[in-house]
């Protein structure tokens, strides 16, 4: 089950097309789900257009209009809706229960894609077992390829589980991005590194993580891109080719250190292409 999160903004409209292509692609029926924390307008300053009722009918008419768009995509998808009364972060934890990943648009009109860039590190993407996508409502054509960003550590494991399945589903190719930095103290005067060294070491952690999923999808084509620099600008430069960026929320190392932190407030922000936030 894909969940879509929507409240009528131009970016859940996107997150729509997306995620009903997604479902399309991997087999899954799609979920539209609209929230509204009706407790706010009940208080008494709120103007009396708010009122429940109206809110009432607001959430059906979002969802109609999302239900269509998703079936003049993709008729072959089984669609259903569903308008719960709640705020958006917590209703889309409850939603992840049975889902295989949750889709939601990069801004929107104070539902969940309003919320989204101030709460999906802290409350979505960091407490729910499944992948939270963010889309852009930027349309772009199609590139073939897709970026993970990866680390040296186990914990990258399931982004990149996630980003082979994407790859091979869709026919894209697999940029496996791996940026690092040299420590601190590599810059005494008394350290002497070998960079032909540091470079063969971080070529290796690459590989090292890349072993399994290769046997286990022999049909994607990998590209290894191992760099010295700053991991967010990296991968945001990366996502500029790329139809899907996927990111980790848990690990350590240069890039692991980072996820649930500059990745989401400086990647989110300046990313080309949809991200995908895959919890360790």
């Known amino acids: 089950m894909i969940v879509v999160g929507v409240d009528g903004s131009v970016a859940a409209r996107a997150a729509v097309e997306w995620a009903v292509n997604d479902a399309f692609r991997m087999k899954e029926p799609l979920r539209i789900v609209h929230a509204v924390a009706r407790s706010p307008y009940q208080i008494g300053r709120f103007p ?25 995509r993709r008729p072959e998808v089984e669609v259903m809706t569903a308008d719960i009364e709640g705020a958006p972060a917590q209703v889309l934890r409850e939603q992840a229960g049975d889902a295989t990943e949750i889709v939601l648009g ?9 919320a989204l860039l101030g709460s999906v590190n ?13 889309v852009r409502d930027d349309h772009r054509p199609v590139l073939g390829e897709i970026v993970v960003g990866v680390d040296d550590s186990p914990q990258s494991e399931p982004a990149l589980a996630y980003a082979f399945r994407q790859a091979e589903v869709r026919g894209s190719v697999l940029r496996v991005v791996h940026a690092w930095q040299l420590p601190v103290h590599a810059f005494a005067p008394e350290v002497v ?31 290894e891109d191992v760099q010295q620099g700053q991991p967010v600008e990296a991968l945001t430069d990366a996502s500029a080719r790329a139809d899907l960026l996927v990111v980790g929320s848990h690990g350590h190392g240069a890039l692991g250190a980072m996820l649930l932190g500059s990745v989401s407030r400086g990647v989110l922000h300046h990313v080309h292409c949809p991200v995908a936030i895959v919890r360790a």
């Open 48 to 72: 009396s257009s708010a009122s429940p009722d109206t809110l009432l009918r607001e959430g059906q008419r979002i969802l109609r209009e999302a239900l269509a768009l998703a079936r003049e």
């Open 106 to 114: 990069s801004r929107g009109l104070g539902g969940f894609a309003g």
């Open 122 to 134: 802290t409350h979505v993407a960091g407490r729910v077992r499944c992948p939270v996508v963010v």
């Open 193 to 223: 590194y070998g960079m032909d060294e540091v470079r063969i070491a971080q070529y290796q952690v690459v590989r090292d993580r890349l072993e399994t999923f290769r046997k286990d999808y022999p049909l994607v084509t990998v590209v």
